[in-house]
């Protein structure tokens, strides 16, 4: 049986296995599309390749019902999924890059990368279920910490540390790195013996329910209690702004002159080690404060972080020069409030898991928000190209402002 120390470098090391793939994705690919000459329009379209975090829903309860082996029920789906990861990122380190102006070409490096989400996505169930049951409520709140801090370093080395080693590793030796880094983040759990959950199994009633039974059953949980409504709000609105801002901050550094290694080093790297320092802090302020007062303030903070890259925006359009310290220092803040942000709400969404349904319905709160944020995502490069930067950038801290009000209303339900 593990000690509390050991389930959190458990808990972290997978977090972190998660984030490298997902850093590339989110960090780097964007500016190195839009150093090509991508138009911000194409850039939101590769949001298609993070379908598989938005839709998970679909088969997170066969995770939660069904072990794969004798492994355990969880790490029976966690250690294949994150040996799939090691594989697809052997096999992109083979990738002739260059070879990307070729429609087959671009739809096999579309295909892997897809691959690649829908296998970290998969995991993304599996260790949230392990997580719930695991951690008792008291805890919950370091166990977000470690979560939050583990992926962001993976975002670290998976998005900026990438952009630094494409100028001297080049693509091959760095995508070998990269697979080495998840198969090492892999021996915690291939070392670990899980212990016995919750039943999984399914009462007869439930299992002979049509699909659109079994779901209008499963949602009717969310449905039961006004608090429990007032939070499926909070849900759809918590990442509006960060799918409406999502293309325009990372290519709006590119515009504003700063090259691959200023952005891996001291936008990612510098803002994503920001984060940490967020998450941590956001685990101190839980263990003295209320979770509802903290998503309250961490919400506020993320507006006026939002408020920086408006003053960016209007210098760059009004062509005013700008030193790049006030660069990293913006896009460092809002990394900060980011994290604590999702510490809080992580936080809640563990809390409002069922142990019994525990990887569904951590996957299902988390699927509203990446659905929402992901559809936005992909149109929100258009608007960006029509408005202009520092017009778009006002809508879209407005549009934040009016994101307090479900907030307060599910404050106003909470027991």
């Known amino acids: 049986m593990l000690n509390l120390k050991q389930v959190y470098i458990l808990l972290f090391s997978l977090y972190w296995a998660q984030g490298l793939p997902v850093g590339f994705m989110t960090h780097a690919l964007p500016v190195i599309l839009r150093a090509q000459g991508v138009s911000l329009a194409h850039i939101g379209g590769f949001g298609l390749l993070m379908l598989p975090w938005s839709i998970k829903i679909f088969w997170a309860a066969y995770v939660d019902r069904f072990a794969l082996s004798t492994l355990g029920h969880y790490r029976s789906w966690i250690i294949p999924t994150q040996l799939c990861s090691v594989i697809i990122l052997i096999v992109l380190s083979f990738f002739p890059i ?9 739809l096999i490096f579309f295909v892997l990368l897809l691959l690649m989400n829908l296998t970290g996505a998969t995991q993304d169930i599996a260790t949230d279920g392990l997580a719930v049951n695991l951690l008792k409520s008291d805890q919950q709140h370091w166990g977000n910490t470690f979560q939050v801090v583990g992926s962001r370093l993976g975002f670290i080395v998976g998005g900026g540390a990438v952009l630094w080693c494409l100028d001297w590793l080049h693509w091959q030796n760095t995508f070998l790195a990269l697979a080495v880094l998840v198969f090492l983040n892999t021996l915690p759990v291939l070392f670990y013996r899980e212990p016995q959950h919750l039943s999984k199994t399914t009462p007869d009633s439930v299992a002979s329910q049509s699909f659109m039974q079994a779901v209008k059953t499963y949602l009717n949980y969310f449905q039961s209690s006004k608090e429990l409504k007032a939070w499926l709000l909070v849900l759809i609105s918590f990442k509006v702004a960060d799918g409406l801002a999502g293309p325009l901050l990372k290519p709006l550094m590119v515009d504003m002159g700063l090259n691959f290694t200023q952005i891996g080093v001291f936008i990612t790297m510098f803002g994503a080690v920001a984060a940490l320092l967020g998450a941590a802090i956001a685990g101190l302020l839980l263990k003295h404060y ?126």
């Open 98 to 106: 260059h070879t990307l102006d070729q429609p087959s070409y671009l």
């Open 290 to 415: 209320s979770r509802v007062h903290c998503l309250v303030v961490f919400s506020v903070l993320k507006i006026i972080s939002l408020g920086g890259y408006i003053v960016l925006a209007y210098y760059y359009e009004a062509q005013k020069h700008i030193t790049p310290i006030w660069l990293y220092g913006v896009n460092a803040f809002e990394d900060a409030c980011s994290a604590m942000l999702l510490v809080v709400m992580l936080t809640l969404v563990m809390q409002y898991s069922r142990k019994q349904f525990a990887a569904t319905d951590f996957t299902f709160q988390v699927s509203i928000m990446a659905t929402v944020s992901g559809v936005l995502y992909l149109g929100s490069g258009v608007v960006g190209d029509w408005l202009g930067y520092y017009r778009y950038l006002i809508v879209i801290c407005m549009v934040s402002m009016l994101c307090l009000a479900p907030i307060y209303y599910w404050k106003n339900k909470a027991r």
